[in-house]
Structure formats: C-alpha cells, structure tokens
C-alpha cells in the first residue's frame, strides 16, 4: 500500500443539494492528498444532481476531471477512459457524480459507491462514509487512515461534534447497551487516549478498510445491509466487521460536526424518520440481542413506542403515529427494506 492510500469519499444526496454543497467545500480543504469525492444523488426530484454537476464544473477548477455516472456504470467501475482521467488529476480537480434513478436509502445508495470504489481500475483501499449534512476538520481523514493503519481496525470512526461544539458521539458500549440507548438517556465523553476501540462507529463520519468490505461481503454478498434502508445501519455493519474479525477504533483528533440540532428538528415532522427508526430498532434486537435479553427489550420498548404514538396523537400528528404504528407492526413481523408507504407519507406530509 502507499505512503498515501486511496480513499473515496461517499457523500449521499437526497434533495439535499445546498448542504452537500458545503459538504463539499469542506472536504475540499483536506489536507489528504489522495481522495476521490464520489457524491450518489439519490433519485431527487428537485433538480440536486444538476445543481451538484454546475457546482463542480465551475469550483473543481481548469483541467477538472467530472465523471457523471449512471448507476450502472458506476457498478461497473466506470468508463475506462474517464477513470485514468480521474487518476491522473489532483483530488481537488477532481470528482464523481452517481445518478440513482430512485431513493435507495442511506444503505443502497452508499452500497453503490462502495461498489464503485471496489471494481475502479485501481480500486480504493478505504471507503469514507460521510453524511451530506456534515463538515470535518482539515486533518480528519489523515487522522482516521493513520488511526486504521497503526491498530489494523476494519473501521476508523470520527467523533461527531453538533454545530454547538457539543460531542453527540465519541464511542459506545456492547451492542446490548447500544440498543437500549432510546430507552435511556447516555451523554458521551471523550477518552484521553488518541485511539481507542468501540462496538460502533457513527454512520456521519467514518473510514472503512478494502479488507473488512471484502471480507463482509463474501459472508453475506453485500456491504450495509439494504433490509434497513436507513437509521441503524452502522450498527449491523460494525457487528458484520467484528464477526469478521475486523475491529472498530474511534479517532480523538478526527472530527466530523454534523448538523445535528437541525437535521433533528427536520426529522422531527418526517414520517419516514419515525417510520425507520421504529422499525429497524427492532430488526436489529432480533439479530444482535442474546435471547435473555429480548424479553426485557421489548417490555420495555414496546411500552415506549405507545407512549410516543400517544403524544403524537394527543399533539394531532397522526401521520407520524401512524408511521411508528407501521414500524412497529413490520417490525415485529421482520419486514425490511423501503416502507411501502415512504412516498406517499412524504408526499402527504409535505402538503400540511
């Protein structure tokens, strides 16, 4: 491997384009000196992958190499002729854009960069997951490759930051105790260490090896599991790697600030949101949980989730009741991938 691997960094757009543009200019000022920003627009519908494309061809400056793939093509490497292009140009003149024809959540859209990033003529030794709402530190992924590098991680997870300045993420416990987060409250704490290992890394912001990829997608022929769509993904992924034999670190001077504050405040009316949430909560107790601990989980989970399906019909939001009705019900029956109802509930919301 080089003195400086080659890492892609995939960005996941979804009628989200003026924050992956301030992604962007983020991820243009790393100090990194081989990156290759791949941005999946999602299957928008309001106009995002043009406006990602205008943004690109005028900031990427003269000799700029833009790919603009279909999903095909990316699945299939790209054209051979725009990938030595792509290799040849410096990582800020140069950059990526996917078009999903539809939403694939945060899973399947991710799933096809980190195709692209594997079967590229030179294929990327690591794969950098960042959310489209969030900015790093200059010297993020540099800290994130030495971290994985030196301790031989799978994963090499960022501490997440709220715009506040308030860490929202740095570590968490056993899976058990991950799980049973929404029925606690828990505040995070730095360590005093640089490096330090963790059950799970934070999905917003974090460094995946061609080793551990590899090695998950033999056992299950994929690499985040598309049964979740969205919300809780990394904790299937990071369970994957250790079953793998792949460990995950959190990196103390590698920090990703999401927004946090706002995307909450957005979620907060977003049926979908309430929908995933719900039910991939309990997707994931099904298949992380030992089985003394299912009975308690669910005592006490399903005795929340009517208490919040509740509030909501007593504050007359019975759009997101019902979108934490549906979860729990297809939840429990074990049914994952996109909700049956995910456009017809955004459409309907957005109307009120």
């Not at 308030?166 to 995070?188: I, K, M, N, W």
């Not at 793998?244 to 590698?254: F, L, M, N, S």
């Not at 995933?276 to 003394?292: Q, V, W």
């Not at 399906?309 to 549906?326: D, S």
Request: proline share 3%.
């Amino acid at each position: 491997m080089s003195e400086s691997p080659r890492v892609v960094i995939s960005i996941l757009n979804w009628n989200g384009w003026q924050d992956t543009l301030e992604c962007l200019e983020s991820v243009r000022r790393l100090d990194y000196p081989n990156y290759l920003a791949v941005v999946v627009d999602n299957g928008s519908t309001n106009g995002s992958a043009d406006k990602i494309k205008a943004w690109a061809e005028e900031n990427l400056g003269p000799g700029h190499v833009l790919a603009d793939y279909t999903r095909e093509t990316a699945l299939a490497g790209g054209h051979p002729e725009t990938e030595q292009s792509l290799d040849r140009a410096v990582s800020t003149s140069r950059m990526v854009l996917i078009r999903n024809e539809e939403n694939l959540g945060f899973t399947g859209g991710n799933n096809v960069a980190i195709h692209y990033a594997l079967q590229r003529r030179v294929a990327a030794d690591y794969v950098f997951l960042l959310n489209n709402d969030a900015t790093l530190n200059d010297d993020c992924v540099t800290q994130l490759v030495s971290a994985i590098r030196s301790t031989r991680a799978g994963i090499a997870g960022a501490i997440i930051k709220e715009r506040s300045g308030d860490v929202c993420f740095a570590g968490s416990g056993p899976y058990q105790r991950h799980l049973f987060l929404p029925l606690t409250s828990e505040r995070p704490c730095l360590r005093s260490t640089e490096v330090w290992e963790s059950p799970v890394a934070h999905g917003a912001g974090m460094l995946l090896s061609r080793l551990a990829l590899d090695a998950i997608y033999e056992r299950r022929r994929s690499y985040l599991n598309e049964d979740l769509f969205a919300y809780g993904d990394e904790l299937d992924f990071c369970n994957a790697a250790s079953q793998a034999g792949y460990k995950t670190v959190i990196v103390r001077d590698a920090v990703v600030t999401h927004g946090t504050a706002e995307r909450n405040d957005r979620q907060r009316d977003a049926s979908h949101f309430f929908y995933y949430f719900t039910r991939n909560n309990l997707l994931l107790a099904r298949s992380l949980l030992p089985t003394r601990w299912k009975p308690p989980y669910h005592a006490a989970y399903l005795t929340l989730s009517i208490r919040r399906i509740a509030k909501r019909l007593v504050a007359r939001q019975p759009g997101l009741a019902r979108a934490m009705a549906y979860g729990l019900f297809d939840g429990y029956r074990g049914i994952g991938g996109k909700w049956k109802h995910h456009g017809r509930e955004l459409k309907s919301h957005a109307t009120k």
